[in-house]
């Protein structure tokens, strides 16, 4: 399955939708996506994943990274919509600051994936 990235930028907001999976092959051009986001002046990501079929580790590790990256400069990264699939993956990867806000208080916290 094809997987598209579609995004928008008007510092300091940015806008990501994704489409299809999020698998391992997806890793760099969604690093890719976030790196030219931040090289914009974009310190505040709104990520909507809501279309994504599958999403493994490697892809949860890469969006908590730039959260963590975002954060630490007064930023800060929101997944703002969400899928059935996201959420099992993220939930048992204990990613609690990868859920929509309104979801968040019922995941686990966070203690890494796959060190």
Known sequence: ???DFQFSCDPPLAQVRIFGE????????LADVLE????????RVEVDVEEV????ESNLR????EQLRLR?????LEVVGDSDYHRVVA??????????????????PWEGVGS
Do not use: I, K, W
Not at 22 to 29: E, M, N, R, V, Y
Not at 36 to 43: F, H, N, Q, S, V
Not at 72 to 76: F, K, L, Y
């Open 1 to 3: 399955m094809q997987t």
């Open 22 to 29: 999020l698998d391992p092959s997806t890793t760099a051009h």
């Open 36 to 43: 030219c986001l931040a090289t914009r002046g974009c310190t």
């Open 53 to 56: 079929t599958y999403v493994d």
């Open 62 to 65: 890469v969006l908590r990274d």
């Open 72 to 76: 630490a400069r007064g930023g800060d």
């Open 91 to 108: 939930r048992r990867a204990g990613c609690a600051d990868l859920f929509p806000s309104s979801l968040a208080e019922d995941a686990e």
